[in-house]
Every structure is written in structure tokens, then in C-alpha cells.
């Protein structure tokens, strides 16, 4: 055994070190006090602020500042940061936000990402607990999505990294592994991929970046609920397979970015199941609707994937970023991605120990602990909390649904299939308005609204036609702010109108 280096030892070379720890270490203590009071304070009371508000310029133009050679004070950069960044912020927190898919956070996170910073653990591989915590969740996912102990799981940023390493397992399983080492081009093989229109971009681009290239991707029509169509789709891989390409990958989705659709996922197992082709969902916010007993149903043959991406950072509340991917047969994910290095040795005992590692799954070696966060989320609030609030978001919208069914000037765009609500306002009087204008008017409403602070939609574009889209994913949206949507886009809107009108009639004069 060796010998303990002794601590005198220690402390006399810890003397002539460079060290970035603070010598002052209960002065550090006091003002890692206040910060964190700070955002437990700005988390507390975020129904007092606005959800956004627009950066001043000589704000924006302070982070044009030169770099700092010297130090400053930690309290003078967080007074800096309370001033200048806190109250800039994208409003994902706020529960006035609905625009895009985002979710809200939680203190919990919060405090489980200061913890995962003070282990600052490395999750590429190796033995330590964080994997263990990592692992922990891989095994709670299986048993949520009715996956096999021989699936593979792996955090990742987000659903668009998840749907692009699901994509070049397929590619792999397709090609054989060599592809990996002789090229797609090598193979001979012309391969496609299909999903719905309703598809999230990132599944282009997974196809970009994979080298497989973006037309191969047959982007089928939708069904009037935004689904994908069964019987075309099927009709395609037939064709292409006639023509000489070979269809390799079939991506579902749970839960459109544009609609909260849910492709008919039973189905699209049992044609990828007879077409023998991979069959991958996004389910980047939708599949967490699992945890909701009411929702789970739904997507009935998500279990039969051989792969599944989904974020825990938006239903899931998790703070950013925490995406996850799922593999049925964790040895052909392995194989897709696993490479040896001298420096990335393995041994039986050690540090080194613990093989199979995560950087054996994915294109990142160096990783950080998504899992702590993810694992304090699942734990502090429990699946049955986390689901109720799943439900409570597509109450909202359905909610939402009734409000607008009983005001004339605001009408449903796209059936509400989940959490996110399409509409337009229209016409309150009986003039003629030319549909770009009425686009160009329901344009201004989400601007405006943005700026006003107090609710904030996004916009999409459904058949054509603008769309105010209200995507109700955080846990702090109550009906509160659904009433202040209907209100304020009405006053928005008549004013808007009115204002058009005016316009017209001097022109006619
Ligand atoms: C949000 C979303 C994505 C992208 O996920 P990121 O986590 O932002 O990378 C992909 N697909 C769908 C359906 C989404 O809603």
C-alpha cells in the first residue's frame, strides 16, 4: 500500500499553487447565500414580472465589453447579472409563456444543477456513481415506455441530437456496421426515410448530417387531425422499394411541434414490423404524457419502437438541457457508435472500470450529469405529480377550446389534440378583409402581445394561414392567463381591425 501523502506535505505545496478557490472561503459562503436567495426569490415571485420584455440597447451593448484580463468582484458580477441578464430572459419560466414547446423549470432542478456543478462529474465513462444515477433513470424509462433490460438509454442536449443518433443506428442496421468505416456511398445502397409533413425539422436535418441527405426523407400528408396517412405511407416504401431505393427508417411522432398530433403509433409499428424497416418516434414532448393515466392511451405502441427520443426538459419540467434517447437492442446501439482509443482503455478494476461506458452510445465523449437533475425531478415530485400536471397543461387547452368556441371574433385553426392550441382572430365586422391582412393582423396580435409582457403565444403557419399557436406546457400556467389570452387578443385585435378600417376608408376618400 502506499503511503498517505501526510497533510503538511499538503499544505506546503498548496502554498505556491494557483489555485481558483477563494481564500476567504466564508465570505464565498455568505454571497453563494444571497445568489441563491435570489433566484429562489425570482422563482417565488415570477407572477410579478413580465414574462419577457425587449433588451435595451446599452444593455445588449455591455456584452460587447472587452475581455477581462482582471478579476472582479463574484458580488459585482451577479449584481451585473441581476441587472442585465435575469430580467432579459426568454420567459420559459413565467406562466403567462406559451410560445413553442418549453418547459418551465423547477426550484428542485435548480438546486440539483448546483449540485451536479460542485461534483462537476464527467458521464463519458468510467466508475462513479453519477453513471449509476444515469443508469437508474435508463432502467425508470424502460419501465415508463415498456422497453426490454436490453435497451440502451442516453442523455443527450435534446430531442434533435436523440433523433439524429437514432437515425445512424438505422443507417447501421441497414448498411452493416462497415458502413461505419467504408461510407454510406460504399454500400451501394440508395436509402429512405419517411415521416409525416408534421415532422419536427430536426428530422431533416438528422438526414443532412447523417450523409443519407434530406431527399431521401418522404415527408407524407397528414389526416385531418394532423396523423400521418397510414395507406400513403405504405404505398411509398412500396414504390421506392420498386424503384430501387431501400427504406430504412420510419420516424412517428408523439405530439407535432405545430399541433400536439399523435401518429397512429400501433399502426406505423405494425407496418415498420411487416416492411422490416426501424421504426423511431419523436415523442420530444408527447411521450412523457405516459405518466398521465387519462393521456397513456394515447400512444398505444410506443412500447414497439426500436427507438425513442424524448425531452425532459419540456413536459417533464426539467431545466435545460435534458434529452433522452431510448434503444431496444442496446447492442446494436453500441455498435453504431463504440471506437477504441489508448486513452480511453477499460480495465477491470479502477476508475477505468464500469464498461460498457456512455461515450459507447453517442458521438460526445466528455458529458455532463443531466441525470442529477432529471433524477431529483423524478424523485422530490414523484411520476404521479409530474403526470397530473401533464394533464392539468391539456385541461388548459381544452379550456382554451371552450373559451374560443364562445367568442365569434376568434376562431380554432387545428383540432386541440394535447397542450397546444391554434387560432386566428377574425373579423368583427362584416367588411371585406383581405386574408393577408387578416394574416398581417393576427401577425401584430402575438408581437404585441409578446411585448406587453403578460402573455406570450408564438405563431405558426396551418394550411397556409397564420396561426396564433398557445403551446400551455408550463406548470404555473393557470386559467388566469388563458382569460388574458382571450382578453387581450379580442382588444388587440378590434384595435388592430379598427385601425385597418380607418386606413381603408381615407384611402377610398
Ligand atoms: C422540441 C421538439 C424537437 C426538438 O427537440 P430539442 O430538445 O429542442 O432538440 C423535436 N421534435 C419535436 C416533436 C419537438 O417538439
Same mark, same amino acid.
Given at each position: 500500500?502506499?503511503?498517505?501523502?501526510?497533510?503538511?506535505?499538503?499544505?506546503?505545496?498548496?502554498?505556491?499553487?494557483?489555485?481558483?478557490?477563494?481564500?476567504?472561503?466564508?465570505?464565498?459562503?455568505?454571497?453563494?447565500?444571497?445568489?441563491?436567495?435570489?433566484?429562489?426569490?425570482?422563482?417565488?415571485?415570477?407572477?410579478?414580472?413580465?414574462?419577457?420584455?425587449?433588451?435595451?440597447?446599452?444593455?445588449?451593448?455591455?456584452?460587447?465589453?472587452?475581455?477581462?484580463?482582471?478579476?472582479?468582484?463574484?458580488?459585482?458580477?451577479?449584481?451585473?447579472?441581476?441587472?442585465?441578464?435575469?430580467?432579459?430572459?426568454?420567459?420559459?419560466?413565467?406562466?403567462?409563456?406559451?410560445?413553442?414547446?418549453?418547459?418551465?423549470?423547477?426550484?428542485?432542478?435548480?438546486?440539483?444543477?448546483?449540485?451536479?456543478?460542485?461534483?462537476?462529474?464527467?458521464?463519458?465513462?468510467?466508475?462513479?456513481?453519477?453513471?449509476?444515477?444515469?443508469?437508474?433513470?435508463?432502467?425508470?424509462?424502460?419501465?415508463?415506455?415498456?422497453?426490454?433490460?436490453?435497451?440502451?438509454?442516453?442523455?443527450?442536449?435534446?430531442?434533435?441530437?436523440?433523433?439524429?443518433?437514432?437515425?445512424?443506428?438505422?443507417?447501421?442496421?441497414?448498411?452493416?456496421?462497415?458502413?461505419?468505416?467504408?461510407?454510406?456511398?460504399?454500400?451501394?445502397?440508395?436509402?429512405?426515410?419517411?415521416?409525416?409533413?408534421?415532422?419536427?425539422?430536426?428530422?431533416?436535418?438528422?438526414?443532412? /448530417? @447523417? $450523409?443519407?441527405? !434530406?431527399?431521401?426523407?418522404?415527408?407524407?400528408?397528414?389526416?385531418? #387531425? &394532423?396523423?400521418?396517412? %397510414?395507406?400513403?405511407?405504405?404505398?411509398?416504401?412500396?414504390?421506392?422499394?420498386?424503384?430501387?431505393?431501400?427504406?430504412?427508417?420510419?420516424?412517428?411522432?408523439?405530439?407535432?411541434?405545430?399541433?400536439?398530433?399523435?401518429?397512429?403509433?400501433?399502426?406505423?409499428?405494425?407496418?415498420?414490423?411487416?416492411?422490416?424497416?426501424?421504426?423511431?418516434?419523436?415523442?420530444?414532448?408527447?411521450?412523457?404524457?405516459?405518466?398521465?393515466?387519462?393521456?397513456?392511451?394515447?400512444?398505444?405502441?410506443?412500447?414497439?419502437?426500436?427507438?425513442?427520443?424524448?425531452?425532459?426538459?419540456?413536459?417533464?419540467?426539467?431545466?435545460?438541457?435534458?434529452?433522452?434517447?431510448?434503444?431496444?437492442?442496446?447492442?446494436?446501439?453500441?455498435?453504431?457508435?463504440?471506437?477504441?482509443?489508448?486513452?480511453?482503455?477499460?480495465?477491470?478494476?479502477? /476508475? @477505468? $472500470?464500469?464498461? !460498457?461506458?456512455?461515450?459507447?452510445?453517442?458521438?460526445?465523449?466528455? #458529458? &455532463?450529469?443531466?441525470? %442529477?437533475?432529471?433524477?431529483?425531478?423524478?424523485?422530490?415530485?414523484?411520476?404521479?405529480?409530474?403526470?397530473?400536471?401533464?394533464?392539468?397543461?391539456?385541461?388548459?387547452?381544452?379550456?382554451?377550446?371552450?373559451?374560443?368556441?364562445?367568442?365569434?371574433?376568434?376562431?380554432?385553426?387545428?383540432?386541440?389534440?394535447?397542450?397546444?392550441?391554434?387560432?386566428?382572430?377574425?373579423?368583427?365586422?362584416?367588411?371585406?378583409?383581405?386574408?393577408?391582412?387578416?394574416?398581417?393582423?393576427?401577425?401584430?396580435?402575438?408581437?404585441?402581445?409578446?411585448?406587453?409582457?403578460?402573455?406570450?403565444?408564438?405563431?405558426?403557419?396551418?394550411?397556409?394561414?397564420?396561426?396564433?399557436?398557445?403551446?400551455?406546457?408550463?406548470?404555473?400556467?393557470?386559467?388566469?392567463?388563458?382569460?388574458?389570452?382571450?382578453?387581450?387578443?379580442?382588444?388587440?385585435?378590434?384595435?388592430?381591425? !379598427?385601425?385597418?378600417?380607418?386606413?381603408?376608408?381615407?384611402?377610398?376618400?
Amino acid at each position: 500500500m502506499l503511503q498517505r501523502i501526510d497533510s503538511e506535505v499538503r499544505s506546503k505545496e498548496a502554498e505556491g499553487g494557483q489555485t481558483l478557490d477563494p481564500n476567504d472561503w466564508r465570505g464565498l459562503r455568505a454571497q453563494a447565500h444571497y445568489m441563491m436567495d435570489d433566484m429562489l426569490d425570482y422563482l417565488e415571485h415570477i407572477r410579478e414580472r413580465p414574462v419577457w420584455q425587449p433588451i435595451p440597447a446599452e444593455v445588449r451593448a455591455r456584452f460587447h465589453a472587452a475581455l477581462p484580463s482582471l478579476p472582479t468582484q463574484l458580488a459585482a458580477a451577479h449584481e451585473e447579472f441581476m441587472r442585465e441578464v435575469l430580467p432579459y430572459a426568454g420567459g420559459n419560466v413565467h406562466p403567462g409563456f406559451m410560445g413553442w414547446v418549453q418547459g418551465g423549470g423547477t426550484p428542485v432542478g435548480m438546486l440539483a444543477e448546483m449540485l451536479a456543478a460542485g461534483l462537476n462529474a464527467n458521464l463519458g465513462g468510467r466508475d462513479h456513481m453519477p453513471i449509476e444515477v444515469e443508469q437508474q433513470i435508463v432502467r425508470w424509462m424502460r419501465e415508463i415506455f415498456g422497453f426490454p433490460e436490453s435497451a440502451s438509454g442516453l442523455f443527450v442536449t435534446g430531442t434533435s441530437m436523440a433523433n439524429l443518433i437514432a437515425t445512424v443506428i438505422a443507417r447501421d442496421v441497414a448498411l452493416g456496421f462497415e458502413a461505419r468505416v467504408r461510407g454510406i456511398v460504399a454500400s451501394g445502397k440508395r436509402l429512405t426515410a419517411y415521416a409525416s409533413n408534421a415532422a419536427h425539422g430536426c428530422v431533416t436535418r438528422a438526414m443532412d /448530417i @447523417s $450523409g443519407i441527405g !434530406s431527399d431521401a426523407l418522404r415527408l407524407i400528408t397528414t389526416d385531418g #387531425r &394532423g396523423r400521418i396517412d %397510414l395507406d400513403l405511407l405504405e404505398e411509398t416504401i412500396e414504390q421506392d422499394r420498386r424503384a430501387g431505393f431501400a427504406p430504412f427508417l420510419v420516424v412517428g411522432t408523439a405530439g407535432t411541434t405545430d399541433t400536439g398530433a399523435i401518429d397512429n403509433l400501433d399502426e406505423l409499428a405494425e407496418i415498420c414490423a411487416r416492411q422490416k424497416i426501424w421504426f423511431h418516434v419523436d415523442g420530444a414532448y408527447g411521450a412523457l404524457a405516459m405518466l398521465a393515466p387519462e393521456l397513456a392511451p394515447r400512444l398505444k405502441g410506443l412500447g414497439r419502437a426500436d427507438s425513442l427520443a424524448f425531452d425532459f426538459h419540456k413536459w417533464g419540467q426539467v431545466p435545460y438541457d435534458a434529452g433522452f434517447l431510448l434503444v431496444r437492442d442496446g447492442v446494436v446501439h453500441r455498435k453504431a457508435f463504440a471506437a477504441s482509443a489508448a486513452y480511453l482503455q477499460r480495465e477491470q478494476r479502477g /476508475i @477505468s $472500470g464500469g464498461s !460498457s461506458w456512455p461515450c459507447d452510445y453517442g458521438p460526445d465523449l466528455s #458529458r &455532463g450529469f443531466h441525470a %442529477l437533475k432529471t433524477w431529483f425531478t423524478l424523485k422530490v415530485y414523484g411520476t404521479e405529480a409530474l403526470g397530473k400536471t401533464i394533464a392539468g397543461t391539456c385541461e388548459l387547452a381544452r379550456y382554451l377550446e371552450e373559451r374560443i368556441a364562445e367568442t365569434t371574433e376568434i376562431e380554432l385553426m387545428a383540432a386541440v389534440e394535447l397542450n397546444i392550441v391554434c387560432f386566428r382572430y377574425r373579423s368583427a365586422f362584416f367588411v371585406e378583409i383581405r386574408e393577408i391582412e387578416s394574416d398581417h393582423i393576427n401577425r401584430e396580435i402575438v408581437i404585441e402581445l409578446q411585448e406587453s409582457g403578460s402573455v406570450a403565444p408564438s405563431s405558426t403557419i396551418l394550411r397556409g394561414r397564420f396561426c396564433i399557436r398557445a403551446a400551455i406546457v408550463n406548470h404555473r400556467t393557470t386559467r388566469a392567463e388563458i382569460e388574458m389570452l382571450i382578453e387581450q387578443t379580442l382588444a388587440l385585435g378590434r384595435a388592430l381591425e !379598427s385601425n385597418y378600417v380607418s386606413c381603408l376608408k381615407t384611402e377610398l376618400n
